[in-house]
């Protein structure tokens, strides 16, 4: 049997492909299963919850937003994939990421999705709550449409 990380990398990765943009994917170079580049210039850190249903929370080790950081400093743009099980991904680009998890690594710190049936996801971090609610079916054009 397979490692969960794959199952829910794979659910992610096969989105992407599916969508018919993709050149190129390759791990990123860093300690972590969770990184990937796309088209050679687009950096994924990926997340996953195992947890069937709302809300959903996310771990982010201070090494996590360091790599994903360094990604950004290496890469043209990053973004943050939460696997909310087999419920959807959230597609978080750098920016927003960063209003919910600031440039102040905490040793661990954390980001819940949360959404009603055929709504929005609602997105919450250590640090803050998005303004606004992110669509289930933002990802994954989000990456390539900005």
């Not at 990604?71 to 696997?83: A, E, H, R």
Request: charged residues 30%; positive net charge; proline residues 3%.
């Amino acid at each position: 049997m397979g490692r969960d990380f794959e199952f829910y990398h794979g659910l992610a990765l096969c989105r992407i492909i599916q969508f018919n943009k993709l050149d190129s994917i390759n791990l990123y170079p860093s300690p972590s299963n969770s990184s990937y580049i796309v088209n050679e210039n687009i950096g994924l850190f990926i997340k996953y919850s195992t947890k069937r249903m709302s809300p959903w929370r996310f771990s982010f080790l201070r090494k996590h937003q360091d790599e994903i950081k360094n990604m950004k400093y290496n890469l043209v743009d990053v973004f943050v994939l939460l696997v909310c099980n087999r419920d959807g991904v959230v597609c978080l680009r750098y920016d927003e990421l960063k209003k919910i998890l600031n440039e102040e690594h905490e040793e661990i710190e954390w980001i819940s999705a949360s959404r009603r049936r055929r709504e929005h996801y609602i997105i919450k971090g250590s640090d803050g709550k998005l303004k606004f609610r992110i669509g289930p079916g933002e990802f994954p054009k989000k990456i390539f449409n900005g």
